[in-house]
């Protein structure tokens, strides 16, 4: 039976409640159906619905030092924890969920024209990894560059200005753009997982800040059809999402394992080889999407355009959300988010409120909104 329309945010309320109770604070997703077809490594099938999730890959929540009070009401522009930046006015920008806000961060690297795009965090670890990428008039010179956030004091503990590998020749191929970020935590796929437009990368968070070829554990190529601009890794799967501003976008889910295999170096929608891996399986994203994650109930989504920012849940209903919103990340009961909307590149003098590079929400009150705003 259908669910009716005004008992979706009361149901997920709930399924945020049990879960939390269950998992000691942690929501995780219940199982979701298996995408038919399965694995195979001559053949992708079609799935509309994502695979489920494994503790093993998932981000640890345990011993948080940041976990939400029982009621965040807000983030003032002098309560803003990082360095502030030294472009635009001295007042943050008003939106719907601002109010359900428990902290926020600046990014001191914001003045060197770092744009954020992507996110993972570690509350065990206290810190968030926020990735995107510095600023330039076209593509080609935008590289991926990630900030390590300490949650307690806003402090950027490392900063990657930069990552490369020799991928299609000896001189080295920078990461740019950086649009997917996702932290495994254990397993043959622990790291910090990357995604940019044309490659996938994994890289060592530890040893982020040191020389451009220092993090990198292992690369990949994106074939013909395949453009990244979101990915989620969900239990032994990592898909890679596109954007389209006018269409839904597609996501391809590849296996883990087939990926780490000993000479795998491509992703194809073409023919398998002992190099190349196939999708196991392929489904739809929402249009304008910024982000992907795991969350209560399965997958989670984040859409921005026109002004105009979202947050769709697995089962399609839509909430406000952050303005500029790119990754997002769900840990305890707190449901974090970078946006792009305070970057140097968008604030204009002073006709622009700012955004905080990231914002700490209290879910159980974002996922109480409606849409006020249309996409």
């Known amino acids: 039976m259908p669910v009716v329309s005004w008992l979706r945010p009361a149901l997920l309320l709930v399924a945020v409640a049990m879960v939390v109770a269950a998992c000691g604070g942690s929501p995780s997703p219940g199982p979701s159906p298996t995408p038919s077809g399965g694995p195979s490594s001559s053949g992708s099938s079609t799935a509309t619905a994502s695979p489920s999730s494994s503790p093993s890959t998932s981000p640890s929540t345990s011993g948080s030092p940041t976990a939400a009070p029982a009621a965040c009401t807000g983030v003032r522009y002098a309560q803003v924890l990082g360095q502030a930046p030294a472009y635009g006015p001295g007042r943050l920008r008003h939106y719907p969920v601002d109010a359900f806000a428990c902290a926020a961060y600046w990014l001191a690297q914001s003045d060197d024209l770092f744009v954020p795009q992507s996110l993972a965090v570690d509350e065990s670890a206290g810190v968030a990894y926020v990735g995107g990428y510095r600023w330039a008039r076209t593509y080609g010179p935008r590289p991926c560059q990630i900030a390590v956030v300490d949650l307690a004091t806003g402090a950027v ?162 909430y406000d959300f952050v303005p500029g919103s790119e990754g997002l990340q769900f840990a305890g009961d707190s449901l974090y988010v970078t946006s792009e909307s305070g970057a140097r590149p968008y604030i204009r003098g002073t006709s622009k409120k700012n955004v905080p590079v990231l914002v700490r929400l209290l879910t159980a009150k974002v996922l109480a909104t409606s849409p006020s705003c249309r996409q």
């Open 157 to 318: 503990r490392a900063f990657q200005s930069k990552f490369w590998a020799s991928i299609y020749h000896t001189a080295p191929t920078y990461c740019r753009h950086g649009g997917g970020m996702q932290l495994v935590s254990s397993g043959d796929g622990a790291g910090l997982w990357v995604q940019e437009t044309q490659r996938l990368w994994v890289l060592d968070p530890s040893a982020l800040g040191g020389t451009p070829a220092a993090p990198v554990k292992r690369w990949w190529r994106m074939g013909a059809g395949l453009r990244g601009s979101a990915m989620v890794v969900q239990g032994d799967r990592v898909g890679v999402a596109s954007f389209s501003p006018r269409y839904r976008g597609r996501i391809y889910w590849f296996a883990m394992s087939d990926l780490l295999r000993s000479g795998v170096t491509d992703l194809t929608l073409g023919r398998a080889s002992a190099s190349a891996v196939r999708p196991v399986a392929s489904g739809r994203v929402p249009r304008l999407l910024q982000g992907i994650a795991v969350g209560p109930g399965g997958l989670w989504y984040s859409t921005s355009g026109g002004g105009c920012a979202q947050l769709i849940g697995p089962d399609g209903h839509r």
